[in-house]
């Protein structure tokens, strides 16, 4: 899966009573609680030394150590709009014997949406939007994140294995809704079948690079998730290669056939993704793609799997509890006029059905009442 930055992870939980700042760590490096403690106690910090519950330092000096700046100062806080993106905030400030205590939490902003990850054992949902029942006194600015790819976080439902007699539930409609309606556009409209070279952008668990190779292609894999990349390479025979290097934007004008299957739609600036993608097609390469069809998202919003509505383009997708996606629901027109710019005419449109049979087999999350997919494939203009 290509990354897009503004994912909402899962909330990591304190496991110690006064294990709050270790947890907020964890929640903006995307640690687990017992890596990050790991952390924390070989640079002599744990979560029972009372010396350190009236102390700002310790987080700094943790984020610090894994490359992560902070703001010098404690800010006061004055209203949840003024917060930058991604901060420490104190809430629950009180004073014992005149000392101060609060309990960390981490504000995060995902395009124009807010979150507190708070990590109380005891709540029953750690991913707040009660703004109004948290009353934060000053907050610490995180102002650099290195090395991170949030989509390391979805691993284990893209990351699944397939077997010819045997579909994983996770891809299921993947490989039986979306995947005949693309195999069917590759058979008709490319000129390559055999020998030729195929890009799968956005590969996720490499499955549908597993198919291609099936089908003939010398395949290139490409993802932003090490934890993916991991599982595709599992996945695949050892002729596929699989990267997340940036080296693929490199291989100018080398694939006779570019795929990407439910990517594009996480990407906001879909516009400079396209430039790059065609860049790396040959002159009379086929590039097909599947996304959300719209009409299925809008008959889907005040379900359980999509929610967060902001605006007219932007929606927001949960796959599993506390993991809030956001992604762009664009027509088959909006690529259509996108890919129009760099010479590229549609030369393939459908939107698969879901199948009697297949929804006897599978129960789906969602109304199926409206195709899942949108499948598109483009051509040069002049080939």
């Known amino acids: 899966m290509y990354e897009e930055s503004s994912v909402v992870k899962p909330v990591v939980v304190q496991e110690e009573t006064t294990g709050c700042g270790i947890a907020s760590v964890a929640n903006i490096l995307g640690k687990t609680y017992s890596d990050t403690k790991k952390i924390a106690n070989g640079m002599g910090i744990c979560a029972s030394d009372k010396a350190l519950w009236s102390d700002t330092q310790y987080v700094r000096r943790m984020l610090k150590a894994l490359d992560v700046d902070t703001s010098h100062d404690e800010i006061p806080f004055s209203s949840w709009d003024a ?50 029942n948290m ?70 668990g490499g499955l549908f690079c597993q198919k291609l190779h099936q089908m003939g292609y010398c395949v290139t894999g490409y993802d932003e998730s090490e934890e993916l990349i991991e599982k595709a390479q599992i996945n695949t025979p050892q002729e596929v290669t699989i990267t997340n290097s940036n080296i693929v934007a490199a291989q100018k004008g080398q694939y006779n056939l570019i795929t990407s299957i439910m990517v594009f739609q996480f990407i906001r600036d879909i ?21 959300f069809n719209p009409e299925f998202v809008e008959n889907n919003l005040n379900g359980s799997t999509f929610t967060g509505l902001r605006d007219e383009k932007t929606r927001y997708m949960e796959l599993k509890k506390g993991v809030v996606i956001p992604f762009y629901n ?53 080939t």
Request: charge should be negative; proline fraction near 4%.
């Open 83 to 132: 917060l930058p993106d991604l901060a420490l905030l104190s809430i629950k400030h009180h004073q014992e014997n005149g000392k101060n205590f609060w309990h960390w939490v981490v504000f995060k902003r995902v395009d124009g949406q807010s979150f507190v990850f708070d990590s109380a054992s005891y709540l029953s949902s750690n991913l707040r939007t009660d703004f109004d």
């Open 135 to 204: 009353q934060p006194k000053w907050y610490i600015e995180v102002k650099c994140i290195t090395n991170m790819n949030q989509w390391n976080q979805l691993a284990d439902i893209f990351g699944c294995k397939w077997e010819e007699d045997s579909i994983p539930e996770c891809a299921a409609d993947n490989i039986c809704i979306a995947w005949p309606s693309i195999i069917e556009c590759i058979e008709q409209k490319s000129d390559t079948l055999i020998n030729g070279n195929a890009l799968d952008f956005g590969c996720g």
């Open 271 to 291: 516009e400079s993704t396209i430039k790059t993608i065609v860049s790396l097609a040959k002159p009379n390469a086929l590039i097909v793609y599947a996304v």
């Open 330 to 382: 664009r027509t088959s027109t909006e690529y259509g006029s996108l890919f129009a710019k760099f010479g590229y005419k549609e030369i393939y449109r459908d939107l698969p059905v879901f199948t009697d049979i297949f929804l006897s087999q599978y129960q789906m999350p969602f109304s199926t009442k409206y195709p899942e997919y949108l499948i598109q494939g483009f051509r040069k203009g002049n």
